[in-house]
């Protein structure tokens, strides 16, 4: 069975990353979290980085705030896909730190970058990559996508009769 791993920079950034646990445990899907800092544990980042598909995962939401070296760096070192979470932490210049330190990765390296403080869809993209080799989470994910829709369509509704 596939499982996702959430790590990130601090314990202050577990309340934005908790979204992307949340919505891949209602996939189904299993999750390793940890506490990972390329600034403050970079031996346990390089273990992390270059052991992390040798344990049965597939991809790795990574999510730091100000200068977010954390998703950039596990991706230099692992050969999995990487999703980057920017957050914004309460010294920021407004998480434009963060979003710039994550998203503009050198050729050769890519992170998948969401949007700030976006752990949800981070969580929702690792499980569309794992869906697309496992049916089982795909038709989670359909179904998923047929409750937006309904939501849309019932908000809409609602308004026509008001
Ligand atoms: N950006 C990084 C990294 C890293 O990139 O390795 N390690 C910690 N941090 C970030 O520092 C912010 C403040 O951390 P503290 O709240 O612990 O002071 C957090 O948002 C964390 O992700």
């Known amino acids: 069975m596939s ?7 601090s314990t202050s950034d577990l309340p934005v990353m908790q979204e ?3 919505i891949l445990k209602g996939f ?4 390793e979290l940890d506490i990972v800092s390329a600034h403050r544990t970079p031996d346990k980042l390089f273990d992390y980085g270059k ?11 990574a999510g730091a705030g100000g200068a977010a070296h954390l998703p950039g760096m596990i991706a230099s070192l692992s050969p999995l896909p990487v ?16 979003v710039l330190s994550i998203l ?13 403080n976006g752990a949800k869809n981070a969580g929702i ?7 697309s080799s496992d049916k089982c989470v795909l038709d989670k ?7 937006l829709k309904m939501k849309v369509e019932s908000g809409a509704r609602e308004l026509k009769n008001k």
């Open 104 to 116: 503009q990765m050198p050729g050769g390296v890519p992170v998948a970058t969401v949007a700030l």
């Open 3 to 9: 499982k996702v791993a959430v790590i990130m920079g």
């Open 141 to 147: 994910i359909v179904a998923y996508k047929e409750g």
């Open 51 to 61: 052991n992390a598909h040798t344990r049965g995962i597939s991809v790795i939401i």
């Open 83 to 98: 999703i980057g979470v920017p957050v914004k932490s309460s010294n920021s210049i407004d998480g434009w730190d963060s």
């Open 28 to 31: 189904d899907i299993e999750v």
């Open 125 to 131: 993209l690792a499980a569309q990559i794992i869906g």
């Open 20 to 22: 992307a646990v949340d």
